[in-house]
């Protein structure tokens, strides 16, 4: 998961999140080891504020960056967005402070959205019949 602190930097810090991201993969490359990358989960503004506005650029270009070099992506954020669109219409109910980070819901969202992505949800196992409104 990458971006949610990164995007403090605004817009300004959009070019240099994109060149760490080129770093990574070619040392990933050089060094043998396949990426599996994770976009950050969806916030609120009620306590981000602007701070974290820019998020959804950086969550662009996350996106873009993994299929620019065909890299397997987990899209949490686009989960977290279909969420909103259920009939809760706010995905509170998936984060521990009002704001950015996941509780055990979330975490539990998330996780089953990675064994949905990679082939792996079971809904016989235990991990994958744990509870997420």
Partial sequence: MMGMNDCLKGAEGRALYRQNLEEI???ARDGGTLLLLHTPNLITPLNAG???????AYVAILR???????FALVDHYRNWEETRKGPLK????????????????????????????LGLFDPDSPACRLFAP
């Fill in 25 to 27: 993969a070619v040392r």
């Fill in 50 to 56: 602007a701070a974290r506005q820019d998020l959804p």
């Fill in 64 to 70: 873009e960056f993994a299929e620019s070099n065909r």
């Fill in 90 to 117: 706010d995905p509170l109910y998936w984060l521990n402070d009002g704001s950015i980070h996941p509780n055990q819901f979330g975490h539990i969202a998330m996780a089953h959205l990675l064994f949905r992505e």
